[in-house]
């Protein structure tokens, strides 16, 4: 595989990991009853779409714009992820909708899958460029994992979601 297959690649599975997680983030957010936690989930909706804007920028220089637009524009699944679950009822002995501690729980565990396999695409890698494009995209994913984890935690032991101040909102 050529070297601009690779960043192709990792720009393809970056923009499908990004829309795969803002839809599930926006239906963990429909299916959650606490104003609160709907506003986390929103929250880390809209943080995917700025993670596009972030991706463009580093990706703009490597593809050029109309490539990028292409590929981000386009409804193809550029690879099977399933990271993120398409419909959080189907997660097997979870209730989303009457447990939040379940829906915060699935994005934990998907943000780590998230992490997990950028990893083990990173191991694979040797251009530079995109080793540090899959740096940013791992931290980016380290973040959402923190939020949501100290959100389960403080949900854990206080019955309460954490005020919004924390996300910077």
Do not use: C
């Amino acid at each position: 595989m050529s070297e601009l297959e690779n960043v192709k690649e990792a720009i393809q599975t970056a923009i499908q990991m990004e829309k795969d997680g803002y839809s599930f983030y926006k239906k963990a957010a429909a299916q959650t009853k606490s104003d609160l936690g709907k506003s986390v989930f929103n929250s880390i909706a809209d943080d995917e779409l700025i993670h596009l804007d972030i991706f463009q920028k580093m990706f703009n220089d490597i593809i050029g714009q109309d490539e990028w637009e292409k590929i981000v524009n386009s409804s193809k699944k550029y690879s099977k992820i399933d990271v993120f679950p398409k419909d959080l009822k189907e997660v097997e002995g979870a209730d989303p909708d009457t447990n939040e501690m379940d829906a915060l729980r699935i994005a934990m565990d998907s943000e780590k899958e998230a992490i997990d396999y950028y990893l083990n695409i990173k191991e694979k890698l040797s251009d530079e460029k995109v080793i540090k494009i899959i740096d940013e995209i791992i931290e980016q994913e380290k973040n959402h994992y923190q939020i949501l984890e100290g959100e389960f935690n403080h949900l854990n032991t206080t019955g309460y979601w954490f005020d919004l101040d924390y996300l910077g909102t």
